[in-house]
């Protein structure tokens, strides 16, 4: 076997260890399994193509990051390019505001989290969303535990700002 098929199997081998994980942390933020199914496909490409070198980050961190960042592009493009709603005869009056009160509210996260710098927002969705320690964020983005502590706390207040005055709006 040679090096590039070696070094191709160990990154699929890689990235078939962290698959759910990546679908996971796009349907969180888009909240459709066929977007989150997108965003996975447009995930494995990149990181066929440009997984890190020598190891800089780790390959969750990375695909975490490059995940997050796919997921809010797609929120913004389909923002900027309004959706029909089903009819009323598929979904009800109800169902309808139900379903524009998510997108809304899905699209003010994603805006909110696409005001955070990258590493910022990926900090923030590996302790919000993963529940992981510190410690763990730390070692996945190859950082001291401070400056995570750092870049989740100016997440969060970013983030709360960006909400409160979202909602005053």
Known sequence: MTTTSTSTADANAAFDQ?????????????????????????VCLRWLRNR???GADSPRGWLRR???NRAVDLIRSRKSAPRALSSASELSARAQGDALETMELR???AAAL???SEMQRSVLIAKVYDG????????DHQLAVPTVKTHYLRAVSATRDRL????RL
């Open 52 to 54: 890190p070198a020598g």
């Open 114 to 116: 696409d005001r955070l």
């Open 132 to 139: 992981l320690t510190f410690a763990e964020i730390a070692a």
């Open 164 to 167: 409160r005055a979202e909602s």
């Open 66 to 68: 490059v995940t997050m």
């Open 18 to 42: 962290h698959r759910e994980e990546v679908y996971a942390w796009a349907y969180r933020i888009l909240g459709r399994h066929h977007d989150a199914l997108d965003v996975v496909q447009d």
């Open 107 to 109: 699209a003010t996260i």
